[in-house]
T-cell receptor, first 113, second 112 residues
Framework: AQSVTQLGSHVSVSEGALVLLRCNYSSSVPPYLFWYVQYPNQGLQLLLK????ATLVKGINGFEAEFKKSETSFHLTKPSAHMSDAAEYFC???????????WGAGTKLIIKP | EPEVTQTPSHQVTQMGQEVILRCVPI?????FYWYRQILGQKVEFLVS????????KSEIFDDQFSVERPDGSNFTLKIRSTKLEDSAMYFC??????????FGQGTRLTVV
C-alpha cells in the first residue's frame, strides 16, 4: 500500500528565510502528487500538484515543489517565508488509476518574526 | 468560482444518535469523497463514490457509515449511531478524472 512520509511535524523558520517541507512517498510507479495547505479552522486548499511533464511545479503564494523520481520525493519550497504562510501543510499522493488521496501526517509551519 | 459546499459547519450530537453530513460537490465532477481528520491527526480517507456507487472504502468506513447521492447534487455521509471517537472534522471532496480534488470547508462533528 502507498504511504506518504512528511519529515518533521513542526518546522520553524524566520520571516524571509527559505521554507523547505519534505515529502517522500512509497510507490514503484510515480503517482500524482499534491501539496495542500490548511489555515487554522479552515478547509484544505490545493497549493500545487504534479501529474506529468515538468518536474518543477509552481503553485500559489510563491510555493514550488520538485518531483524527484529517483528519490521518491516531492519537497515543497518557498524562497522567502512570510508571516501569512503559517499553516499546516499536507503532502498527498494518489494512484494514477484510483484517485483516492493518501495523506502525509502534515507539517505545521511556524514563522518567527 | 465553483466550490464544494458543506453543511453544517459544526454539529454537536449525543452519542448513539444518527447524523447526516451534507455536501454539494462541484456540478460537473464525477468522483466524490469523504475524508476525516481527528483533531491533531492526519487526514484519513473514508470512502470514494463514482457512478452512483461506492468505488473504494477504508477500514474506518464500517457498517455505521453510509453515503448517498440522492438527487444528483447532494452527497451525504450518514453515521448511524455515533460514538465519541467519531468526533472529527469531516471533509467532502469532488474531482474530475485526473485532476485535483476540491475540498469543502469541512463539518466539525462533536459527539458528546
Amino acid at each position: 500500500a502507498q504511504s506518504v512520509t512528511q519529515l518533521g511535524s513542526h518546522v520553524s523558520v524566520s520571516e524571509g528565510a527559505l521554507v523547505l517541507l519534505r515529502c517522500n512517498y512509497s510507490s514503484s510507479v510515480p503517482p500524482y502528487l499534491f501539496w495542500y495547505v490548511q489555515y487554522p479552522n479552515q478547509g484544505l486548499q490545493l497549493l500545487l500538484k504534479y501529474t506529468t511533464g515538468a518536474t518543477l511545479v509552481k503553485g500559489i503564494n510563491g510555493f514550488e515543489a520538485e518531483f524527484k523520481k529517483s528519490e521518491t520525493s516531492f519537497h515543497l519550497t518557498k524562497p522567502s517565508a512570510h508571516m501569512s504562510d503559517a499553516a499546516e501543510y499536507f503532502c498527498a499522493v494518489s494512484d494514477r488509476s484510483n484517485y483516492q488521496l493518501i495523506w502525509g501526517a502534515g507539517t505545521k509551519l511556524i514563522i518567527k518574526p | 468560482e465553483p466550490e464544494v459546499t458543506q453543511t453544517p459547519s459544526h454539529q454537536v450530537t449525543q452519542m448513539g444518535q444518527e447524523v447526516i453530513l451534507r455536501c454539494v460537490p462541484i456540478s460537473n465532477h464525477l468522483y466524490f469523497y469523504w475524508y476525516r481528520q481527528i483533531l491533531g491527526q492526519k487526514v484519513e480517507f473514508l470512502v470514494s463514490f463514482y457512478n452512483n456507487e461506492i468505488s473504494e472504502k477504508s477500514e474506518i468506513f464500517d457498517d455505521q457509515f453510509s453515503v448517498e447521492r440522492p438527487d444528483g447534487s447532494n452527497f451525504t455521509l450518514k453515521i448511524r449511531s455515533t460514538k465519541l471517537e467519531d468526533s472529527a472534522m469531516y471533509f467532502c471532496a469532488s474531482q474530475m478524472t485526473g485532476t485535483e480534488a476540491f475540498f469543502g470547508q469541512g463539518t466539525r462533528l462533536t459527539v458528546v
